[in-house]
């Protein structure tokens, strides 16, 4: 027969152990589901969960100077990801865009952690119907 003490240790032990999944669940975020290769070059390159960190560079080989608007609407139209299923928090997916005339700033979600969010945001101004400014920095929301 198991004593009481024991009994005790084993499910303090137990709780011990989903406690620890939770967290590390809870703060790692999923990997990234996305057949975007921009949101997965811009991830690698910012595993160490760095926000306000500059994506200009990276995403200027995807946004190159003197793409047509058509183009750049469509390239960010795809450039979503596919939300996590986690098991005890519900992930809030971010992307918006909004044009303002010869510009378009775009929001896309690259990670979601139960913590908050990772986010790409950029910018893109157009002359004559064509890319001819760019910037883009990886920001972060936390709940």
């Known amino acids: 027969m198991v004593s009481k003490g024991r009994l005790i240790g084993i499910v303090f032990g137990l ?3 989903v406690c620890l999944f939770a ?3 809870f703060s790692r ?3 990234a589901d996305t057949d ?3 949101i997965a070059e811009v991830l690698t390159a910012t595993r160490a969960r760095e926000c306000g960190r ?3 560079e990276i995403v200027t080989k995807y946004f190159p100077n003197g793409m047509s608007r058509a ?4 390239l960010l139209a795809q450039t979503v990801i596919r939300a996590p299923k986690p098991w005890f928090w519900k992930p809030i997916d971010e992307n918006s865009t909004l044009a303002d005339g010869d510009s378009v700033e ?3 979600t690259i990670k979601i952690t139960a913590f908050g969010n990772q986010l790409l945001r950029l910018y893109l101004g157009f002359e004559d119907g064509k890319v001819h400014k760019l910037a883009a ?3 972060c929301r936390f709940e």
Request: glycine fraction near 4%.
């Open 29 to 31: 975020g999923r990997s």
């Open 36 to 38: 975007s290769s921009l």
């Open 71 to 74: 183009e750049a609407e469509q």
């Open 106 to 108: 775009a929001l896309r």
């Open 23 to 25: 967290t590390y669940d």
């Open 54 to 56: 500059d994506a200009t």
């Open 137 to 139: 920095e990886v920001v």
């Open 15 to 17: 709780f011990a152990l």
